[in-house]
């Protein structure tokens, strides 16, 4: 299986919170692998998503937290929650403002292990 066909199955899992409405698997580099707009659609979510790690991991820096391990960012009506993966990419979830963030937060943690393994079984 592709890291693409794995993407898609971790955003199905993902839609079964019923408050996540948008699932993108980045390049730390910004270009998406997968995202579920079609492309005439899509925004920069991708740059986004890999911009938010860069963030993550400047607050982590000064601020003595450890090596960054993601980033949850809320907005007034929605948050994203979003994973580095060891391959090199990047799992985020966009959900509705009222979904349980920790809850969300442990299954992309789960998801983005489940991303690596088939990366890692495909290498």
């Given at each position: 299986m592709s890291l693409r066909e794995a993407a898609?199955?971790?955003?199905?899992?993902?839609?079964?919170v019923a408050e996540v409405s948008r699932v993108i698997v980045a390049g730390r580099d910004g270009?998406?692998?997968f995202d579920e707009l079609a492309l005439a659609e899509r925004d920069h979510a991708a740059?986004?998503?890999?911009?938010?790690?860069?963030?993550?991991?400047?607050v982590s820096e000064a601020l003595r937290?450890?090596?960054p391990h993601g980033a949850i960012v809320e907005g007034e009506d929605a948050v994203v929650v979003v994973r580095p993966l060891d391959c090199?990419?990047?799992?985020?979830a966009v959900a509705d403002a009222g979904v349980d963030v920790g809850d969300l937060h442990r299954r992309v943690r789960?998801?983005?292990?489940?991303?690596?393994?088939?990366h890692?079984?495909?290498?």
């Open positions: 898609a199955e971790v955003a199905e899992a993902l839609h079964r270009l998406p692998l740059a986004a998503t890999a911009a938010a790690l860069g963030v993550a991991a400047l937290l450890g090596a090199g990419f990047a799992l985020a789960r998801h983005a292990r489940e991303l690596d393994e088939v890692a079984a495909g290498m």
